[in-house]
């Protein structure tokens, strides 16, 4: 395809369970970046990816979350134990070598917590 | 730290009215400023940007001009349709935190005919 996709785009679950959020960006694209949106606010930074390695977790809320990019294409952001205040929609973004290049959005998935 | 301030909707327009969309910024060092939008359905998309003090981004009839001095980059559009109903995001990235995308709260626009 030629956007960025997530999968899935609905996820419910139960508090203290584990869940992955899978992303496929834009082929050729270096930079992929996590955000979480909670209703009524724009995107919060989480995680940027150039490559294969994390070059800033520093949105990371806590040790809850963690993400993947093993090589350098899909990402999975992982959340472990989650709680009803995780409950968001989780965006993927990528661009082209990072900086202040176009970043592309995925459609987000939104994960419910119960 | 570095952030973006923006009007608060939701905004309500008949079709051919001016538009307006404020965006305020704090940042350190250089940032480029942006204004994503959202179409309902659909992922945020990149509707303009301006790098440096100055500079005016466009596209599709709406334009914004990065103001140094007023630390502003607000949103304009002459005469706006039924179709630029969305919701507009203004976001930064500065130099000195070169990964890390600062969006506002959105800003949410109903164009009626």
């Known amino acids: 395809g030629a956007g960025v996709s997530q999968t899935p785009s609905n996820k419910v679950t139960e508090k203290g369970k584990y869940v992955e959020l899978r992303c496929d960006p834009i082929?050729?694209?270096?930079?992929l970046y996590w955000y979480r949106q909670s209703l009524g606010q724009g995107p919060e930074f989480l995680i940027y990816f150039q490559g294969t390695g994390a070059a800033d977790d520093s949105g990371l809320p806590n040790d809850r979350f963690f993400a993947v990019r093993p090589e350098g294409s899909v990402s999975t952001l992982k959340i472990q134990r989650t709680e009803r205040g995780d409950s968001a929609v989780y965006l993927c973004?990528?661009?082209?070598?990072?900086?202040?290049?176009?970043?592309?959005f995925g459609p987000g998935t939104r994960l419910t917590v119960l | 730290g570095d952030s973006v301030t923006q009007m608060e909707g939701p905004v309500t327009l008949s079709e051919e009215a001016f538009l307006t969309i404020n965006c305020t910024y704090t940042a350190t060092g250089y940032p480029s400023l942006f204004w994503y939008v959202q179409y309902p359905g659909e992922g945020l998309q990149l509707l303009l940007k301006?790098?440096?003090?100055?500079d005016k981004g466009s596209n599709k009839g709406f334009e914004a001009t990065y103001r140094k001095e007023t630390t502003s980059f607000h949103l304009e559009k002459g005469s706006v349709q039924v179709s630029d109903s969305a919701v507009y995001f203004c976001a930064l990235i500065s130099s000195n935190t070169g990964n890390q995308f600062y969006f506002g709260t959105g800003t949410s626009l109903t164009v009626i005919p």
């Open positions: 973004a990528s661009s082209l070598s990072g900086g202040d290049d176009e970043q592309f």
């Open positions: 301006a790098t440096k003090a100055d």
């Open positions: 082929s050729g694209h270096t930079a």
